[in-house]
């Protein structure tokens, strides 16, 4: 049984042979030669790419290292949760969202509407999704959720849905597979953006979806191929690249995150922190029962008094870039309700921690609340 660091900095690569590298480049091809042979692992470029093929074999020894999981990359993160909703749902199917998610789901409930599928929303706190479940196709969790920061129980729910006979997938961004394994909680389909901490970089959209299912598999991708939304190969070259360094990552950003949650409690500017590794968290005894020690995510949230308060804070930061996303090497921060898809209040602020050193991190977050309370 290998650790995480150890298997990260070899996954989905081939054997070594002479001569070549360790990740061999990107595969550019729309058309392979073929030998005579339509059944061939490659024919043409929007169904399988040999990048691709090495990346998804990565990304399934990482969300599924005890038992062989399909793993089919997307563009983004959204092609990736669009393709298992629309791949898996038909007319008159009742879908069940979490109301917290990401904000783009909101825009997904009103297309499923409009071709016939019933969708219910729920809060992600407390397991409420569990009391609209009766009659469900298909459970959508995002645990943690973003950006509230909300943990629900995926095994309690995933039991639930399977009672129902009803799929579950669970959107996997914020905690990566090396913060959470949904498919070893219960799930059907573990579902993520790759733009965020998977590969960290802030330079790759990409997502991916992965389930232990064969004909799962299957439907996503037959999926994939007629919308068409495959990944780059240079993309997918560089997201394999970023997985090497992704303990690493993962372990200092939540240590990262931690410590300036720990340093935020102290402030009687800040209210509403959240962040699932804080002891007093209400999310906390769940995120210690799902998710991997110590790895709680790089996200931490707050709400300044208003929002000329969380501007100045914005502005006088030093060493975190005003910037939205997350999951990234630098650290990054946001006031939320700039976008105005998120129930937040003005003054919320979603805080991503990069790999600084978590000392300098708060010493410059103690400064800038200070100027911000100045008025300065
Ligand atoms: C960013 C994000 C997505 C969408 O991913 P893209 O790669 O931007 O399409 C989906 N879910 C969560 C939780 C996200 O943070």
Known sequence: MTGDGTRVVRAGLPEPAAYEPALPGPVFAAHFHLPGDAEGPYSYGRVSNPTWTRLEAAIGELESPDEPAHTVAFASGMAAITA??????????????PNDGYQLLPAVRTRLESYGIEVRTAPTAHDAQLGVLDGARLLWLETPSNPGLDVCDIRRLA??????????????????????????????????????ALTGHGDVLLGYVCTRDAALAD???????????????MESWLAHRSLATLALRVRQQAAGALALAEALRERDDVTGLRHPGLPSDPSHPRAVAQMRPGRFGCVVSFTLPDKAHAERFLAALTLVDDATSFGGVRSTAERRARWGGDAVPEGFIRFSVGVEDPDD??????????AARRGA
Do not use: C, E, M, Y
């Open 219 to 233: 439907s996503v991708q037959l999926w994939r191929k007629t919308v068409g939304a495959i990944p780059g190969p």
């Open 84 to 97: 298992v909703l629309f791949s898996q749902l038909r007319a008159g199917d009742v879908a069940v969202l």
């Open 159 to 196: 039991a639930a849905a399977h009672d129902r006979g009803a799929l579950v997938a669970v959107d996997n961004t914020l905690a990566t597979p090396l913060g959470q394994r949904p498919l070893d909680l219960g799930a059907d389909f573990s579902v993520a953006s790759g733009t965020k």
């Open 361 to 370: 991190l708060v010493a410059d977050v103690r400064q800038a609340l200070d």
